[in-house]
C-alpha cells in the first residue's frame, strides 16, 4: 500500500517499504533487512548522539548545528517569549543523491 505525505502530497517511501526494497535489492530475507536498516539508524543516531558528523560519500552527511536562542511573538497573545539555544541535527545532501532529483 503506497502512503501520500501529508505535507507534500506525494508517494511516500515509510520504514516498511523502505525495509522490503532494501530487502530485495540485498537477496536477504525481511528480518535481515529490517536488521541492516535498524543497525544503520542506531550507529548514525550514536554517532550523532556522542558528537561525530556522520557521511555517506555521494548521499550525504548528518551533523549537529547550534541554533541560536531567539525572541519570537507568541501567536497567542504577542507577547514576546524566548526560545533558547539548542543543538538541531541537521543533513546535508550529496551531490549524488543531489544529482539523483536534479538530473
Not at 503506497?2 to 511516500?12: A, D, E, G, N
Not at 535481515?32 to 542506531?42: I, N, P, W
Request: net charge positive; hydrophobic share 40%.
Amino acid at each position: 500500500m503506497t502512503m501520500i505525505s501529508q505535507k507534500t502530497q506525494r508517494p511516500l517511501l515509510g520504514k516498511e517499504e523502505l525495509i522490503h526494497q532494501v530487502a530485495a535489492r540485498a537477496g536477504v530475507k525481511l528480518d535481515v533487512g529490517r536488521s541492516v536498516l535498524e543497525a544503520f539508524t542506531e550507529v548514525v543516531r550514536e554517532g550523532i548522539a556522542s558528537g561525530h558528523d556522520v557521511r555517506l560519500y555521494g548521499f550525504g552527511t548528518w551533523e549537529v548545528r547550534r541554533k541560536a536562542g531567539r525572541r519570537v511573538k507568541s501567536i497567542k497573545g504577542g507577547a514576546l517569549i524566548l526560545i533558547p539555544t539548542r543543538d538541531r541535527v541537521c543533513f546535508s545532501v550529496g551531490a549524488t543523491l543531489s544529482q539523483a532529483v536534479n538530473g
